[in-house]
C-alpha cells in the first residue's frame, strides 16, 4: 500500500514529541548470569549492551502516559486538546479496556476518542499513518500517537536467543495540521504467510491461558532469528528505495533514516543498501535493545530534543515486526 498526500486535505507533521524509559538497566553482564551467553556474543552480533525493564508495578499503559504527557508539553498544548489518541503495542495491559483509554483517564485528556493497534515492531509508523489520515481529512486536530511495550514478561528468560534482545519502553507524538510537505509518503506491506517466523502462539482465543499451556512456554516470544533477519533487510531496503523513487527525493537530501532498533548488523545492512553515509542512520540499539513499536519514536525524541533538527529537514522511517509487517514514511521536519 502507497499512500502520497493526495491533492485534497491537510498536510499533516509531528508538534511534539515525548519518551520514557523505565528506570531499571539490565546489561549484557547481567545476563551473563541468567543465560548463557556473553556481553562479546551480544554486542558483537546485536549492537546492544544495554535495555530498560519495567517495574513490577509498572505497565505498559503507565510507560506510554509519561511518554504521552512529555508529548503534549513539548507541543505546547494540554492534554483536553487531543482529539484522539492511538496507542500502538503488542503488550497491552489487559485485553479490554484498550491501552489507549487506560492512557486517557492517567492524563485527563477526557476530549479524546480511544483505541489500540498492533502491527508489533512497525506499530509506531503504521499508527502514525493512521493518525495522519484522521488530521487530514480534518475529523480529527490534534492526534497523539503512542509506541509502548512493557514487552519483558512475554520474554521467555530462559532462552538466549530472545530475551537478550528486548527492552521495555515508550515514546509519543502530537500530529496536527501543517503548512509544509509535512508527511510526504508512506508505504506499508505485510506478509501473513510468515506469521509463524516470530510469533507468541498462547494467551488469546487460539490458545486461551491453562495450566498446560502455561508449562509449555507458548504465551512466550518464539523467533526464528536468522529467519527474520533475512525478511527485515530485504523488506526493509525495498519499502526505503520505494519511497525514495515515488517522491524522487535522493538519499544524500535525507538528514536521517531512522530504522526501527532491532539489531544492529539489520540497521547498517539497510543503511548500506540504501547508499546512505553512516552519520545518516540513526542507531540508540545499543542503550534500549529492541523496544518493539517504541523505538522508532523513541529514536526520534532523541534526535529532536538533542537539537539535531531543523525546520525542512527530511527523515526517512524504516520500520519491520511480526506478521510479517513492515513500511517507510518519508517526512519533513516542522514542529514550529
Ligand atoms: N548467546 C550466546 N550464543 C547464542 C545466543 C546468545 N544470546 N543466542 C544464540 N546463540 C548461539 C546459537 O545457539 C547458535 O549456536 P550454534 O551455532 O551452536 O547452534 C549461534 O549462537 C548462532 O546463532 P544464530 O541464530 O545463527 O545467530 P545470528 O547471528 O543469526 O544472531 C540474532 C541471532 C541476533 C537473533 C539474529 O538472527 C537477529 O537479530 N535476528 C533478527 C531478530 C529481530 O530483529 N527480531 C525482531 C524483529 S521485529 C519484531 O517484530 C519483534
Redesign the pocket.
Same mark, same amino acid.
Given at each position: 500500500m502507497t499512500n502520497g498526500t493526495p491533492p485534497f486535505g491537510r498536510t499533516v507533521r509531528i508538534k511534539g514529541t515525548g519518551s520514557y524509559v523505565p528506570e531499571r538497566i539490565l546489561t549484557n553482564r547481567e545476563?551473563e548470569s541468567i &543465560?548463557? *551467553? *556473553?556481553d562479546e556474543?551480544?554486542y558483537s552480533? *546485536?549492537g546492544m549492551r544495554e535495555r530498560h525493564i519495567a517495574a513490577d508495578h509498572e505497565a505498559t499503559s503507565d510507560l506510554a502516559a509519561i511518554a504521552a504527557q512529555r508529548a503534549i508539553e513539548n507541543s505546547g498544548l494540554t492534554p483536553a486538546d487531543m482529539d484522539m489518541i492511538l496507542v500502538c503495542t503488542?503488550s497491552p495491559d489487559m485485553f479490554f479496556p484498550n491501552t489507549a483509554c487506560l492512557v486517557q483517564k492517567k492524563i485527563g485528556a477526557h476530549r479524546a476518542f480511544c483505541f489500540d493497534m498492533e502491527a +508489533? !515492531?512497525?506499530g509506531f509508523l503504521y499508527g502514525l499513518e493512521v493518525g495522519r489520515q484522521f488530521v487530514q481529512s480534518s475529523s480529527a486536530e490534534n492526534v497523539l500517537v503512542i509506541g509502548a511495550e512493557k514487552?519483558s514478561p512475554f520474554v521467555n528468560w530462559k532462552d538466549? *536467543?530472545? !530475551? &537478550?534482545?528486548?527492552g521495555d519502553g515508550a515514546g509519543a507524538a502530537v500530529l496536527q495540521a501543517g503548512n509544509g510537505r509535512g508527511i510526504m509518503e508512506t508505504i506499508m506491506g505485510s506478509d501473513g504467510l510468515l506469521a509463524d517466523l516470530?510469533i507468541m502462539p498462547g494467551g488469546g482465543s487460539r490458545y486461551p491461558p491453562t495450566p498446560e499451556t502455561l508449562k509449555s512456554g507458548i504465551h512466550f516470544?518464539q523467533?526464528?532469528?536468522?529467519? &527474520? =533477519?533475512k525478511h +527485515?533487510v530485504s523488506n526493509m531496503t525495498k519499502a526505503a528505495l520505494d519511497i525514495l523513487k515515488h517522491t524522487g527525493v535522493s538519499i544524500a537530501d535525507v538528514k536521517y533514516i531512522i530504522p526501527?532498533q +532491532? /539489531?544492529a548488523?539489520?540497521i547498517h545492512a539497510i543503511g548500506q543498501r540504501l547508499g546512505g553515509r553512516p552519520d545518516q542512520v540513526y542507531m540508540n540499539v545499543e542503550r534500549y535493545g /529492541?523496544t518493539?513499536a517504541a523505538s522508532v519514536i523513541l529514536a526520534l525524541d532523541e534526535v529532536a530534543r538533542g537539537g539535531q533538527l531543523e525546520k525542512g529537514d527530511l527523515l526517512l522511517f524504516v520500520v =519491520?515486526? +511480526?506478521? =510479517?509487517?513492515w513500511g517507510a514514511m518519508l517526512m519533513e521536519w516542522d514542529n514550529s
Amino acid at each position: 500500500m502507497t499512500n502520497g498526500t493526495p491533492p485534497f486535505g491537510r498536510t499533516v507533521r509531528i508538534k511534539g514529541t515525548g519518551s520514557y524509559v523505565p528506570e531499571r538497566i539490565l546489561t549484557n553482564r547481567e545476563l551473563e548470569s541468567i &543465560v548463557d *551467553t *556473553t556481553d562479546e556474543w551480544i554486542y558483537s552480533r *546485536t549492537g546492544m549492551r544495554e535495555r530498560h525493564i519495567a517495574a513490577d508495578h509498572e505497565a505498559t499503559s503507565d510507560l506510554a502516559a509519561i511518554a504521552a504527557q512529555r508529548a503534549i508539553e513539548n507541543s505546547g498544548l494540554t492534554p483536553a486538546d487531543m482529539d484522539m489518541i492511538l496507542v500502538c503495542t503488542s503488550s497491552p495491559d489487559m485485553f479490554f479496556p484498550n491501552t489507549a483509554c487506560l492512557v486517557q483517564k492517567k492524563i485527563g485528556a477526557h476530549r479524546a476518542f480511544c483505541f489500540d493497534m498492533e502491527a +508489533a !515492531c512497525s506499530g509506531f509508523l503504521y499508527g502514525l499513518e493512521v493518525g495522519r489520515q484522521f488530521v487530514q481529512s480534518s475529523s480529527a486536530e490534534n492526534v497523539l500517537v503512542i509506541g509502548a511495550e512493557k514487552i519483558s514478561p512475554f520474554v521467555n528468560w530462559k532462552d538466549r *536467543t530472545t !530475551c &537478550v534482545l528486548f527492552g521495555d519502553g515508550a515514546g509519543a507524538a502530537v500530529l496536527q495540521a501543517g503548512n509544509g510537505r509535512g508527511i510526504m509518503e508512506t508505504i506499508m506491506g505485510s506478509d501473513g504467510l510468515l506469521a509463524d517466523l516470530l510469533i507468541m502462539p498462547g494467551g488469546g482465543s487460539r490458545y486461551p491461558p491453562t495450566p498446560e499451556t502455561l508449562k509449555s512456554g507458548i504465551h512466550f516470544i518464539q523467533m526464528q532469528g536468522r529467519e &527474520v =533477519f533475512k525478511h +527485515a533487510v530485504s523488506n526493509m531496503t525495498k519499502a526505503a528505495l520505494d519511497i525514495l523513487k515515488h517522491t524522487g527525493v535522493s538519499i544524500a537530501d535525507v538528514k536521517y533514516i531512522i530504522p526501527h532498533q +532491532a /539489531n544492529a548488523r539489520i540497521i547498517h545492512a539497510i543503511g548500506q543498501r540504501l547508499g546512505g553515509r553512516p552519520d545518516q542512520v540513526y542507531m540508540n540499539v545499543e542503550r534500549y535493545g /529492541n523496544t518493539s513499536a517504541a523505538s522508532v519514536i523513541l529514536a526520534l525524541d532523541e534526535v529532536a530534543r538533542g537539537g539535531q533538527l531543523e525546520k525542512g529537514d527530511l527523515l526517512l522511517f524504516v520500520v =519491520f515486526g +511480526a506478521g =510479517f509487517t513492515w513500511g517507510a514514511m518519508l517526512m519533513e521536519w516542522d514542529n514550529s
